[in-house]
Structures are given as C-alpha cells and as structure tokens.
C-alpha cells in the first residue's frame, strides 16, 4: 500500500535544539483524557489564536520537526507501560502539530498503517483541521484493523485573525471529501472552540450543524481560557473571550451555550447524533459504549441516541473494593479511594495514572482535590451558578476521605 514519502522535510530535532525544546513537549507520549496520545511530530504553521501550544511554549515553532523517528515512536507506544493491546485508546498528532499538513501527512499514514498491520483493534483518534483529499481516504478505507475515527475540527469561525484558513474553507472541503469517499472510516464533527462573541450567532450554529449532518457524530466543546492564550488573542484586536474572568483549568462553555446547541440539534432535527464528549462520539461510531465511562455523570447522557444509552448502560459497572485493590496493587499505584455511585475518588495519582485506571475500568475515576458538579464536569466555572448543597455534599465527602478512606 502506497502510504506517501517518508523522505520528507521533516528534520530530527538535534541535541541543542532539544536543549531549547520545552520538556513536556519532548516527552511525546503522554495519557490524556481521550487516549495515549503520540506526538512525534511537533510544530505548526496554522496559527489558530486559540491553540493549546500557547501554555505549553511551542507556540512559536511552526515548522514541523521531529523528535525521534517513526520506528522509535512506534516501539515506544507499543511497549508504554499503559498500553494495553485492543483496549487503551490512541490519539496521533493531537497535541502540537496537524497530521494532515503536508510534510506530517506521510508519517501519519505510516503510522496508521504499521499499527493496522499489527492486527491491533484499538481505537484510533487523528484530529485534523486542514486538507484531506481522495487519495487519503483510499489510503484511510484501506485500513483493516484498528478502529479509526477522523475528527475534523470546525466551528464556523470565520475571522482570520482567529483562524487563518478560515477564509479559504479547507475543512469543509475536506469534509465533504471525506464523506463521499468514506465506506469503513468513521468521521465525526468536532465542533470546537465555541466561543460566546466569536461563533455563537444561531445562523453560524445552523451552519456548523448543516456541515455535521454529512459525518457520524457531532461532539461540541469550548475554549481554553489561559492566560497566555489571552495575551495573544488581546494582541490580535479581536474580541478577547471572558476577559476579566479567571483562569481555568478546563476549557469553558457556560451552561447558556451548551443549552443553545443542544436546542438547535433537536430543532433542526439534524439526524448526526451530538455528544458532549470526544470519547463519546469516537466509541459510538464503532458501536462501543464509552471507554471513559461517562454513563455515571449521567446528565451528559440526555442527548445520546437511546441504542447508545442502552449499551453504555449494560457495561456500566460498578468494580468491587477488591477488584480496586488488586487493580492498584498490580499497576504499583498507591492511593486512598472510596468508590461512589458513578465514580471512585482517589488522592495525588495524577491525570496519566486516574486516566490509565479509567480506561481499564470504564468507570470514572477522580482526584478528591478537584471538586465536581453537576453539568460542569470537564468544564470550567465560568458560566455556572454553583448549587450550594453540590458544595456542601463534595467537601462532606472529602471530610469523610480525609478521615476514613481505606489505604493500600
């Protein structure tokens, strides 16, 4: 199978330049919420205002390079030792470049293929906003084996100073490409950032829902208010989203827009179904229930299609204390924990490890240190009025976790 050339521009990162590289995005494999995310690759030209290289200090670095070959990456993901065959969900290029930019496009491809031919079923995440054409989804459809799910993000931003290929409509090309041409490969709408000011206006909602009736699945998200974001974004004049506003540790979309999507989904009776979340979109469309076990914040679930409520349902469960204790013996993880009606709270594991732990159980799992309410989960403050028996009942529970949780 032709797969594109690899001899391409894409340099190796020297020594030196490594020494100047920001640590976090050397290491270039990481666990996030959505899966073990490769990111051999790093550098983009796109210049979207609000991209997350911002708060990790590459945003400079446009130019695509490499931090070790393909082969090493492959080897390295492989043998991670929170990979599991089959079972943890893989993320590739999602972190600091576009796997579709033309010099990455092939390293992509070569990835995808050498992981299928491996006869490996995970599911496969590539998120993309640029150019995909009909010799790429040849080599897509070819695929035989991992489960690969293409987000294409759009949102209906049409202010360049935001998003500079916006003006010229090469995601929605690619989109409609990329459903025509599609028979195996599973497409989904990423509809993010949604930003009050920005692509809010019901005419661009339309719009973006027009353009998600043509793939498998529809997931929404916002932005992420950071301050360096911020800074850049104010430098641009443009319309600088929640100015004024703290800082957030997740991305924001207040309560309001959430509402107002979800109410244009059903008004316009747009037959893609919508999701709140990326895991959530990416398993329905293998008909899977969801690997991050949202089933048990179950306000998330009220807009998914009842045959997707009824297997997220049936695979929903609940692990027993012993089952929690050898999972964490095995794995050497150390925490107090309390398992709690569609969640298990733990204490100082960290993301990589509770996402780790999430995806084998397919049950949430949280930090007692990160307060959650309802409707906010995964979302920041901004935009929502905090129930105050929600508080009194959270700090009730760390109370009882500080003071008798069990201890490994």
Known sequence: MYIGNLDSTISLLSEYEKLKTPSYMLDYINYRKSGLSL?????????????????????????????????????????????????????????????????????TFYILNSLDKKGLKNIVTVITRYKVDEEDMKILESLENIKLVLFFTYSGITESRIEPIAPFDITLNSIRIASKMRKKTKIVLYWRPIVIGWN???????????????????????YYHKEKNSKYIESLSVNTPYSGESFQRRKVLPQELDEKVVRLHRELKVETPLFRKTSCGASFVHNLPDYNGHWGINELCDICPSEQKKLCSSTHKKPSYSEMYDLLNKLNYKTHFIIDNGHIWTKGLGEEKRYHLQHILGFQVWDINLPHYEHQHGRGEIGFQQNQLEIENYLKMKKKFDEHSLQI
Request: hydrophobic residues 35%.
């Open 200 to 222: 809010d206006a019901e005419e661009t909602m339309k719009k973006v829902l027009d353009v998600g009736s043509l793939c498998d699945g529809i997931v929404f998200t916002g």
């Open 39 to 107: 990111n051999h690759i790093i550098g983009c030209p796109l210049n979207c205002a609000y991209c997350v290289r911002h708060f990790w200090g590459n945003f400079d670095d446009k130019t695509p390079h490499m931090i070790c070959t393909d082969e090493e990456a492959i080897t390295s993901l492989l043998n991670h030792q929170y990979f599991i065959p089959d079972v943890t969900p893989i993320q590739l290029f999602n972190k600091a470049t576009d796997p579709f930019l033309p010099s990455v496009k092939a390293h």
